[in-house]
T-cell receptor, first 113, second 114 residues
Framework: SQKIEQNSEALNIQEGKTATLTCNYTNYSPAYLQWYRQDPGRGPVFLLLIRENEKEKRKERLKVTFDTTLKQSLFHITASQPADSATYLCALDPLEIRNQFYFGTGTSLTVIP | DAGVIQSPRHEVTEMGQEVTLRCKPISGHDYLFWYRQTMMRGLELLIYFNNNVPIDDSGMPEDRFSAKMPNASFSTLKIQPSEPRDSAVYFC????????????FGSGTQLSVL
């Protein structure tokens, strides 16, 4: 079965710095890889999607890279703010089994003022 | 649109009781997903529907779990009988055309089985 691994430890960074979160996957080849944000007591909220043939995607202060050789996606938040503090989840939709979104366990990010 | 609506928000029940969780997807979305989230295992896909038809239920943990989608605007996830290890947050999500489309999640149901 698919295994998605994210930074297991919580990430604490200083306000204004760039946060980098990692998502590694095994087994399947993703058609799409998505990143979500989850706040306590709420459902995940979609942030960005990157396709298998794309290397990089940007949206405002967010940037996602995708390396299918390394089987890894990196998620960057530049000029981080305390409001960015949340848990970030990656999810992939495998080519082999479409519409089955497999999620990682998430990385907790805290931005310190 | 009000988004994906789940009820109840919290459910506390005793072991052996039947539990029914409800979900109203976003109007026009033809995919509906049920997930379970725990600290240990993260978000696990239980079952998903396309146009009200169950497509893959391989994530349903046991026969005690069942899900239905009688129409495009309503789905239920039932646990009978419930056990303490079923305690988790259950999320419903819907999406547009499925392939690579982003998921819209409800606020979840926090289930505690005593």
């Amino acid at each position: 079965s698919q295994k998605i691994e994210q930074n297991s430890e919580a990430l604490n960074i200083q306000e204004g710095k760039t946060a980098t979160l990692t998502c590694n996957y095994t087994n399947y080849s993703p058609a799409y890889l998505q990143w979500y944000r989850q706040d306590p007591g709420r459902g995940p909220v979609f942030l960005l999607l990157i396709r298998e043939n794309e290397k990089e995607k940007r949206k405002e202060r967010l940037k996602v890279t995708f390396d299918t050789t390394l089987k890894q996606s990196l998620f960057h938040i530049t000029a981080s703010q305390p409001a960015d503090s949340a848990t970030y989840l990656c999810a992939l939709d495998p080519l082999e089994i479409r519409n089955q979104f497999y999620f990682g366990t998430g990385t907790s990010l805290t931005v310190i003022p | 649109d009000a988004g994906v609506i789940q009820s109840p928000r919290h459910e506390v029940t005793e072991m052996g009781q039947e539990v029914t969780l409800r979900c109203k997807p976003i109007s026009g979305h033809d995919y509906l997903f049920w997930y379970r989230q725990t600290m240990m295992r993260g978000l696990e896909l239980l079952i998903y529907f396309n146009n009200n038809v169950p497509i893959d239920d391989s994530g349903m943990p046991e026969d005690r779990f069942s899900a239905k989608m009688p129409n495009a605007s309503f789905s239920t996830l039932k646990i009978q009988p419930s056990e303490p290890r079923d305690s988790a947050v259950y999320f419903c999500a819907s999406s547009g055309q499925g392939q690579g489309e982003k998921l819209f999640f409800g606020s979840g149901t926090q289930l505690s089985v005593l």
